[in-house]
């Protein structure tokens, strides 16, 4: 991890943790995206205005920020375990007690899930091997 991280509101009530450069694309692209749209306005709102850069220390700890934990942790006194998941360039993090209760709710299932990756990687294949050739 670097030195200091971005740390932002994120789906599911999750937080998202950015590497700096990581972030400044997202929030480029988030903004190329105008402010038209209500939704889209919503989104920049939550996830610029609720963004924090954080340190991390040489052992990898870091702080939430108290401002960040109401919508994070279901029960402020119970909940005490954290739940990381690598997301391509971020890192999603989930309070361990609205993580269980998440994957009790939609339990996933892996074959069925690989098999639409798998079914729209095909499906895209003409279109790659379309724009090689050109």
Same mark, same amino acid.
């Given at each position: 991890?670097?030195?200091?991280?971005?740390?932002?509101?994120?789906?599911?009530?999750?937080?998202? $943790?950015? !590497?700096?450069?990581?972030?400044?694309?997202?929030? =480029?692209? &988030?903004?190329?995206? %105008?402010?038209? #749209?209500?939704? /889209?306005?919503?989104?920049?709102?939550?996830?610029?205005?609720?963004?924090?850069?954080?340190?991390?220390?040489?052992?990898?700890?870091?702080?939430?920020?108290?401002?960040? $934990?109401? !919508?994070?942790?279901?029960?402020?006194?119970?909940? =005490?375990? &954290?739940?990381?998941? %690598?997301?391509? #360039?971020?890192? /999603?993090?989930?309070?361990?007690?609205?993580?269980?209760?998440?994957?009790?709710?939609?339990?996933?299932?892996?074959?069925?899930?690989?098999?639409?990756?798998?079914?729209?990687?095909?499906?895209?294949?003409?279109?790659?091997?379309?724009? =090689?050739?050109?």
């Amino acid at each position: 991890l670097d030195s200091q991280v971005v740390l932002t509101r994120w789906y599911e009530n999750s937080l998202a $943790l950015f !590497g700096e450069e990581e972030y400044a694309a997202f929030a =480029r692209s &988030l903004h190329e995206q %105008g402010s038209y #749209n209500p939704k /889209i306005r919503m989104a920049r709102m939550e996830i610029f205005g609720g963004a924090s850069l954080v340190g991390v220390d040489g052992q990898g700890r870091m702080t939430i920020p108290e401002r960040m $934990l109401g !919508g994070f942790l279901l029960d402020l006194e119970k909940d =005490r375990d &954290l739940v990381l998941l %690598g997301d391509w #360039n971020r890192v /999603i993090l989930h309070s361990g007690l609205r993580f269980r209760e998440l994957s009790t709710k939609a339990q996933v299932n892996l074959d069925e899930a690989l098999t639409q990756v798998e079914v729209s990687a095909r499906e895209s294949k003409p279109e790659i091997q379309a724009e =090689r050739e050109a």
